[in-house]
């Protein structure tokens, strides 16, 4: 599975570890072209990318809430919600 494929957080339950590195690989390369084109924070983004797919794979997101603690946090969110 590619980021591009997908579109609710309740898609990455019970991928393979070798597909949530790619999707981490894949949150990583366009949040820095991003902010490389854009401006902004990269550190919070990229500091939080495993933590984020680690969460979505246990949690059940038409259900659970997450709340980060600052918006730029929520980069990963965003793009794996298409956001």
Same mark, same amino acid.
């Given at each position: 599975?590619?980021?591009?494929?997908?579109?609710? #957080?309740?898609?990455?339950?019970?991928?393979?570890?070798?597909? /949530?590195? %790619?999707?981490?690989?894949?949150?990583?390369? $366009?949040?820095?072209?991003?902010?490389?084109?854009?401006?902004?924070?990269?550190? #919070?983004?990229?500091?939080?990318?495993?933590l984020?797919l680690? /969460?979505? %794979?246990?949690?059940?997101?038409?259900?659970? $809430?997450?709340?980060?603690?600052?918006?730029?946090?929520?980069?990963?969110?965003?793009?794996?919600?298409?956001?």
């Amino acid at each position: 599975m590619h980021l591009n494929e997908v579109t609710h #957080p309740n898609q990455l339950r019970g991928l393979s570890i070798n597909q /949530l590195k %790619q999707i981490a690989r894949e949150i990583r390369e $366009k949040h820095l072209q991003t902010v490389a084109a854009t401006g902004g924070h990269l550190g #919070p983004g990229l500091g939080v990318v495993e933590l984020t797919l680690a /969460l979505y %794979q246990t949690l059940d997101l038409d259900h659970d $809430k997450v709340i980060w603690d600052v918006g730029h946090q929520a980069y990963p969110h965003k793009l794996i919600t298409g956001r």
